[in-house]
C-alpha cells in the first residue's frame, strides 16, 4: 500500500498484521478519490473505521486541511499513528481509539463538522445508513459533505436517502463502493437569515 497522489505521494504505508483488517487496495483507493476529488480544498475529514489510516491519509495527501481517525482496535491504531509519521502529517491528524458510536458522541460535542467521511467497517457490518443518520442529527455534516461507504459486493445501500443523495456504486471484486452527498442545506446553527438584508 502506498499514498497514490500529493503532498505524501509514493510514501509506503504498513498494513495491520493479520485476517482481521482489510485494507483498502490502491486500484479502489485510486477510483474512490477520482470519484470525490481527486484533490480538495482545505476542510476536515473523518475515517471511522480507519484500519491503517489510508483513506484518510490520501485525503490529506490530496489538500484536506486534518483528518481525524477512529479504531476500536489497539494494533490498528498502532499502524496508524506509524503510517501518519510516515505520511508526516503532523498535528494534521488526531488519532484515537474508540468504537464509532461513541466516538461520535465524542466529536459532536467538540462541534467538529467533516466535509468527507469515510466508513470502511468490516464486511458483516451493514448498517452505514444507521450511522449516516447519526451524523446528521448530531450536526456533524457541511454542507454538500461526501460520504464514501465501502462494503460487499453482496450488499446494497439505497440510492436515496433522507438528507443523502447516491452520486456514485461501483464495485471492484468483491469490494463495493457507494458514495453519497449530504443533501440538507438547512442553517443548524438555529439563525433565521433576514430577506430585506
Known amino acids: 500500500m502506498r499514498v497514490i497522489a500529493g503532498e505524501a505521494k509514493g510514501r509506503t504505508l504498513k498494513a495491520v498484521p493479520g485476517m482481521n483488517t482489510r485494507p483498502t487496495t490502491d486500484k479502489v483507493k485510486e477510483a474512490i478519490f477520482s470519484m470525490i476529488g481527486p484533490y480538495f ?22 489538500g484536506i486541511e486534518r483528518t481525524v481517525f477512529v479504531d476500536r482496535e489497539n ?57 449516516m443518520a447519526q451524523l446528521v442529527e448530531k450536526q456533524m455534516l457541511e454542507p ?34 457507494s458514495i453519497y452527498q449530504y443533501t440538507n442545506k438547512e442553517s443548524h446553527d438555529g439563525s433565521v437569515t433576514d430577506v430585506n438584508e
Do not use: C
Open 41 to 62: 480544498d482545505g476542510g476536515l475529514a473523518l475515517d471511522l473505521f480507519a484500519g491503517t489510516g489510508g483513506l484518510g491519509i490520501e485525503a490529506w495527501s490530496r
Open 75 to 131: 494494533i490498528s491504531i498502532d499502524v496508524i499513528r506509524q503510517n501518519v509519521q510516515t505520511a508526516k502529517m503532523g498535528s494534521a491528524a488526531e488519532i484515537y481509539r474508540n468504537d464509532a458510536e461513541r466516538a461520535l458522541k465524542a466529536l459532536a460535542k467538540r462541534g467538529q463538522k467533516f466535509r468527507l467521511v469515510f466508513l470502511d467497517p468490516p464486511y458483516k457490518m451493514i448498517t452505514m445508513d444507521s450511522l
Open 144 to 177: 454538500d459533505a461526501i460520504i464514501v461507504v465501502e462494503h460487499d459486493a453482496a450488499h446494497r445501500y439505497s440510492e436515496q436517502m433522507e438528507h443523502f443523495e447516491q452520486l456514485k456504486h461501483a464495485k471492484y471484486g468483491d469490494t463495493a463502493v
